[in-house]
T-cell receptor, first 117, second 111 residues
Framework: AQTVTQSQPEMSVQEAETVTLSCTYD???????LFWYKQPPSRQMILVIR??????QNATENRFSVNFQKAAKSFSLKISDSQLGDAAMYFC??????????????FGKGTLLTVNP | DTAVSQTPKYLVTQMGNDKSIKCEQN?????MYWYKQDSKKFLKIMFS???????INETVPNRFSPKSPDKAHLNLHINSLELGDSAVYFC??????????FGPGTRLTVL
């Protein structure tokens, strides 16, 4: 079974600074997707960024980028120029790509990010 | 314009009661999911339906019964509610293998 580990229960960053959230995962599959979701206090789950395992290029979305190391099974999220609105719980998630029950998302336990003004 | 909607958003009930949570998506997706987020914020899959067929049924007490009357709806019925059922329940949908879109969640409190 796949597992996702987020080793940082809490992180804090100063506004305008850069922060990196860590995520490692375990799988025997070669084809899969990885995601970072953001959950603000409103509890809405918001997709921040996704990475296809077959792509070597790291995904970027504006101030958000990932460092995907497939061999090391590592998938960290970098937030540049942190803003107060970035404060939230961040979840790393894995999804297989072999069909049926494999399409479920397996989540890490989350990292609570605080942004200090 | 809501993509994935859930009703109700909040549900407070007594132990032993039966309750339902409804989910609807207007994205034309063919796969829908129920996730449970516990008090420690941990999210775990419960069920998934693809074209009204159950494809994922994780280790969930049989007091929980999902029902999918059509591709756009996936409801969750819970019998004999227990204190440990208190959680936030999220519905999500996707077009088979694409990204999942989440509803706003339903916070269930069992007293």
């Amino acid at each position: 079974a796949q597992t996702v580990t987020q080793s940082q229960p809490e992180m804090s960053v100063q506004e305008a600074e850069t922060v990196t959230l860590s995520c490692t995962y375990d799988t025997s599959e070669s084809d899969y997707y990885l995601f970072w979701y953001k959950q603000p206090p409103s509890r809405q789950m918001i997709l921040v960024i996704r990475q296809e395992a077959y792509k070597q290029q790291n995904a970027t979305e504006n101030r958000f980028s990932v460092n995907f190391q497939k061999a090391a099974k590592s998938f960290s999220l970098k937030i540049s120029d942190s803003q107060l609105g970035d404060a939230a719980m961040y979840f790393c998630a894995y999804r297989g790509n072999s069909g049926g029950s494999n399409y479920k998302l397996t989540f890490g336990k989350g990292t609570l990010l605080t942004v200090n003004p | 314009d809501t993509a994935v909607s859930q009703t109700p958003k909040y549900l407070v009930t007594q132990m032993g009661n039966d309750k339902s949570i409804k989910c609807e998506q207007n994205l034309g997706h063919d796969t829908m999911y129920w996730y449970k987020q516990d008090s420690k914020k941990f999210l775990k899959i419960m069920f998934s339906y693809n074209n009204k067929e159950l494809i994922i049924n994780e280790t969930v007490p049989n007091r929980f019964s999902p029902k999918s009357p059509d591709k756009a709806h996936l409801n969750l019925h819970i019998n004999s509610l227990e204190l440990g059922d208190s959680a936030v329940y999220f519905c999500a949908s996707s077009q088979v293998s694409t990204q999942q879109f989440f509803g706003p969640g339903t916070r269930l409190t069992v007293l």
